[in-house]
């Protein structure tokens, strides 16, 4: 399920100069595209975790990746922008039950030992699919059109939400978790710090992630690379995201939250603003180095959520959080988009990486909270 809800909304990214030149778009209302559809995915999060709570996660993850696949759809046969903005913010809605409620199942499950590796892993299948997107792209755009891309991804992943149906009466998965609850852990006011001072740490590294993701795109562009060449380009990036969520999951488990913030976001920071200068004969384990970046620091984030939070109500918890985080993903792409078009690309890929540099100071502020919780681990003790 999470590959295929990744891929639905990864698509996007390599599509978008397709639909810029199809529809005539500014890099404004190419942000405001991206940032519609991500945006919308976090509205029902919330109460996609309080719903979980009494009737489990399984079913809720069917229908909320069906509703994304409709959406896609409809995002395929919009004649004008204004109706695929309005397809893509209702299509949107169904993906907020996604990834709180399988961060929930999945730090439920493992919650006595190996649950960063746990989410950790999970998170690295979601990025499988985002490794397919440029694929699809580059497979069907071309040929096909935006159009017949998006429908294509829309169809199979129907197709395999309601076979995946089937193994509800084979695997008993999604139950609603136990009832009792210790309410203390929800009132005490130094796990709910740590919970705040996460979701602000989440904010910051989703806005980084979601403003790379919509202009790297148009910097390969700018370098000269063709439409197969910038497709195996964004493969690279997203092959070194996956690469980044598992291995900073296993790491999550063995080292502290801070450091590997600091490596990642770090990483990320120094690759965007080179981006631009560097060579393009570089750009490959530019690539590669900056999906590691990007997309590692999630899998310790989401893996810490559940230091703080008891396990009846994760599911609330972590749609609380990615809701949070969604405030990065919409805003990141229209303010990077109205730099780039009253500046330049390369002063908004530099003002990115400044911007993604200030995860590392901030995250500073959670040591205090990870302090009681990491005996024995290095790092942040």
Same mark, same amino acid.
């Given at each position: ?7 639905? $909304? ?7 100069? $397709?639909?810029?030149?199809? @529809? ?33 996660? $399984? ?15 409809? @995002? ?40 960063? %590796? ?5 998170? !690295? ?11 699809? =792209?580059?497979?069907? +755009? ?52 740590? !919970?705040? *001072? ?23 562009e700018s370098k000269g ?16 995201? =996956?690469?980044?969520? $598992? ?20 990483? %990320? ?7 631009? +200068? ?5 750009? +490959? ?25 008891? +396990? ?10 990615? *809701? %949070? ?30 911007? *993604? ?25």
């Amino acid at each position: 399920m999470h590959i295929w809800s990744d891929l639905f $909304f990864a698509i996007l990214v390599p599509l978008l100069p $397709f639909i810029k030149e199809d @529809m005539d778009l500014s890099f404004t209302e190419v942000g405001l595209l991206r940032s519609v559809l991500n945006g919308s995915s976090a509205v029902l999060q919330v109460p996609a975790g309080f719903l979980a709570e009494s009737v489990g996660e $399984f079913w809720l993850l069917i229908w909320g990746n069906l509703w994304v696949a409709a959406g896609l759809a409809a @995002m395929a046969a919009s004649p004008v922008f204004i109706v695929l903005v309005a397809a893509s913010a209702i299509g949107g809605l169904g993906g907020g039950a996604q990834h709180p409620l399988a961060s929930s199942m999945v730090s439920r499950a493992y919650d006595d030992r190996g649950r960063s %590796t746990a989410v950790g892993t999970v998170n !690295f299948a979601g990025d499988l699919g985002k490794m397919m997107a440029p694929l699809v =792209a580059g497979l069907f +755009a071309v040929s096909l059109g935006w159009r017949y891309a998006l429908l294509i991804v829309s169809v199979a992943g129907a197709v395999f939400m309601l076979g995946a149906m089937l193994t509800r009466w084979v695997v008993d998965i999604g139950k609603p978790a136990a009832s009792e609850l210790d309410e203390s852990q929800v009132d005490d006011s130094a796990q709910m710090g740590g !919970f705040v *001072t996460l979701s602000g740490l989440g904010i910051l590294d989703s806005a980084a992630r979601s403003g790379s993701l919509v202009f790297l795109p148009f910097v390969l562009e700018s370098k000269g690379f063709g439409l197969a060449q910038t497709s195996w380009l964004l493969f690279l990036l997203f092959a070194g995201g =996956a690469a980044g969520k $598992f291995v900073c999951g296993w790491l999550g488990d063995r080292i502290g939250t801070v450091s590997l913030i600091w490596w990642t976001k770090g990483l %990320t920071a120094v690759m965007l603003v080179i981006a631009m +200068a560097a060579p393009a004969w570089t750009m +490959a384990p530019l690539m590669i180095l900056t999906g590691i970046g990007l997309n590692g620091t999630s899998s310790v984030l989401y893996a810490t959520v559940a230091e703080f939070v008891p +396990a009846t109500r994760r599911g609330r918890f972590y749609g609380f959080f990615y *809701t %949070t985080n969604e405030a990065g993903t919409v805003v990141a792409p229209l303010v990077y988009g109205l730099i780039a078009d009253l500046a330049s690309l390369k002063v908004t890929m530099i003002v990115m990486g400044i911007a *993604t540099a200030t995860i590392l100071p901030a995250s500073l502020a959670l040591r205090k909270h990870l302090i009681p919780r990491v005996v024995g681990r290095s790092g942040d003790a």
